[in-house]
């Protein structure tokens, strides 16, 4: 199932676009909204997200800056900003240098802006079909192995799981604040 993150420093405006997109997509999208960047960044080093829309001023991060750390740590994440702003260099800022696929103005029409989510999804699926096929190529002409394939599937699907940190002795260095006994043993990655 597709994943959007929605990032606003308004619950009003989560709220409203909760309910939009819930009353088209039912259960087919699974939605993750934040008010605070820094929540929304932790989530996004860990869960792959089709579509990320964001704000543009919020008070502790401008939407740019938060798209921008999004980017680099999801580059097929496809980015968009909502936002009450219509300043052209903003917009010419986040087209060319964090790639924005969409600026959307606020107030929003509601058909526009379950359009441009839909362009957005349909964009990512696209990517993911393309990034798929030149894998499958480059598997077939011996320029990836199928372990190096795997790797890349599995770090698409959960961000930063195969990313180990090793100790001077090998020892893997657990991430901060995280003990094995913090973790559900349900949820235990072996």
């Given at each position: ?59 502790v991060m ?69 990034r798929t ?58």
């Amino acid at each position: 199932m597709p994943r959007l993150l929605i990032l606003d420093d308004e619950p009003n405006v989560i709220a409203a676009l909760r309910r939009l997109i819930r009353q088209h997509y039912k259960s087919n999208l699974e939605v993750m909204a934040f008010v605070d960047p820094a929540e929304a960044l932790a989530r996004v080093k860990d869960t792959a997200f089709n579509v990320v829309m964001s704000d543009f001023r919020m008070p502790v991060m401008t939407g740019l800056a938060f798209l921008e750390q999004v980017k680099s740590a999801q580059p097929h994440a496809v980015r968009m900003i909502l936002s009450a702003s219509c300043d052209f260099d903003v917009i010419q800022k986040a087209v060319n240098d964090v790639e924005v696929f969409r600026y959307m103005a606020k107030p929003w029409s509601e058909q526009e802006l379950l359009n441009q989510l839909q362009a957005g999804l349909d964009k990512s699926a696209l990517g993911l079909q393309e990034r798929t096929l030149a894998d499958a190529m480059r598997l077939q002409q011996g320029a990836m192995s199928p372990a190096d394939l795997e790797l890349k599937r599995l770090e698409e699907q959960e961000p930063g799981i195969t990313v180990v940190d090793w100790g001077p002795n090998g020892e893997v260095i657990m991430p901060d604040g995280l003990l094995d006994s913090d973790i559900e043993p349900q949820t235990r990655r072996s």
